[in-house]
């Protein structure tokens, strides 16, 4: 029997890696976490299965491309796009199997800062008092405006299956 990863074709390929950043980009579209929240778990637990299967990939395919090294060289080149676009279906992924319960951080506002360029993210610090962590939480604008650093903020999340809390963007956070 053939190693069917030889008979992947091209467009086939561009079609599945077109449909995978696709579902991505839904998922921030659809999810909010705290800020970054999520990330080092997909470092954590997806990097290495995935650079399992792009490296087992290349080198089924290895005899294809000429010269063979310039296989693992596209494997490594896409290795770190397929982490961070698997990156917000871990999040769909957190969300789906959730089971509702909500997570209140409370705590002192220790900084504020506005994150990106294009479109900016006000976020707060916060020195949670329940787990004594900082956590760093995106909020609307007007919020950011009247929170003072000093002054105690809350903010709920639905607690995820995996351990990242996340709320559906268009419904708004839960109710604290």
């Not at 637990?45 to 995935?50: H, K, M, N, R, V």
């Not at 509702?100 to 707060?124: C, Q, Y």
């Not at 999340?157 to 708004?172: D, I, L, T």
Request: with cysteine; charged share 15%; net charge positive.
């Amino acid at each position: 029997m053939k190693n069917p990863l030889l008979h992947l074709t091209h467009k086939n390929l561009d079609n599945a890696f077109g449909i995978f950043v696709v579902l991505s980009l839904l998922g921030l579209l659809l999810l909010k976490t705290e800020f970054n929240g999520g990330f080092s778990l997909a470092l954590q637990y997806l990097a290495p299965p995935l650079f399992l299967l792009v490296m087992g990939a290349a080198h089924a395919n290895r005899k294809k491309v000429k010269p063979s090294w310039l296989a693992y060289f596209f494997a490594l080149v896409m290795w770190p796009l397929l982490v961070v676009f698997s990156w917000p279906l871990l999040l769909v992924a957190n969300a789906a199997a959730a089971d509702g319960s909500v997570l209140e951080f409370s705590g002192p506002v220790s900084n504020k800062f506005m994150a990106g360029t294009r479109s900016r993210e006000h976020v707060v610090t916060l020195l949670d008092q329940a787990t004594r962590n900082e956590v760093k939480i995106s909020i609307p604008p007007d919020a950011w405006d009247a929170a003072k650093i000093g002054e105690v903020y809350k903010f709920c999340f639905f607690n995820g299956k995996f351990g990242v809390p996340y709320y559906w963007r268009f419904a708004g956070p839960p109710p604290c």
